[in-house]
C-alpha cells in the first residue's frame, strides 16, 4: 500500500492504489510505501542534508530496512508542475513518473550508476506508467 501525505497540496492522487498493486505484482514486494509531498524550501533542504545538493529537486527516495515498510518517496509539487510545462504534459503524468521514479529507487535501481542501470530503471518506469494509463 502506498499512503499519500499530501500536506496540504492539492493534487489528484487517484491513481495511486493502483500503482501500489502494480508494484506489489511485478516485484513481488508486500512493503508499504510513504508518499509526501512538500514545497521547494523542504525539498532543498533534504536534498542539501541528504544528498549536498543545494538546489531545489523534484523526487527523493528514502529507504527504509523494515520488514513492513520499504521507504518514502518525497516530491516538490512545484518543481513537478514547471518540469511537466516543460516537458509538455498534465502535472499528474509528471507526479505518476516522479512517484514512479521514486519507487524504484527503493527498490534498489540506481540511474546514476551506470548506463545499463539508467536503461533498466528508464525501461521499468515506462512499463509501470503504461499499465498505470
Request: glycine letters at 4%; proline letters at 1%.
Amino acid at each position: 500500500m502506498i499512503y499519500v501525505n499530501k500536506r496540504g497540496w492539492r493534487a489528484d492522487l487517484s491513481w495511486v492504489k493502483k500503482l501500489g498493486k502494480i508494484i506489489r505484482r511485478q516485484f513481488k514486494v508486500e512493503k508499504d510505501v510513504s508518499l509526501a509531498l512538500v514545497s521547494d524550501k523542504e525539498i532543498r533542504s533534504l536534498n542539501k542534508v541528504y544528498r549536498r545538493h543545494n538546489k531545489v529537486t523534484d523526487v527523493l527516495s528514502f529507504a527504509w530496512q523494515d520488514k513492513n515498510f520499504l521507504g518514502e518517496v518525497v516530491i516538490c509539487p512545484t518543481q513537478a508542475k514547471r518540469q511537466a510545462i516543460q516537458q509538455q504534459h498534465s502535472l499528474s503524468k509528471e507526479l505518476k513518473i516522479l512517484t514512479i521514479h521514486g519507487i524504484l529507487h527503493l527498490l534498489g535501481f540506481d540511474h546514476e550508476r551506470n548506463k545499463a542501470q539508467f536503461k533498466k530503471q528508464s525501461d521499468w518506469e515506462a512499463k509501470i506508467l503504461k499499465l498505470l494509463n
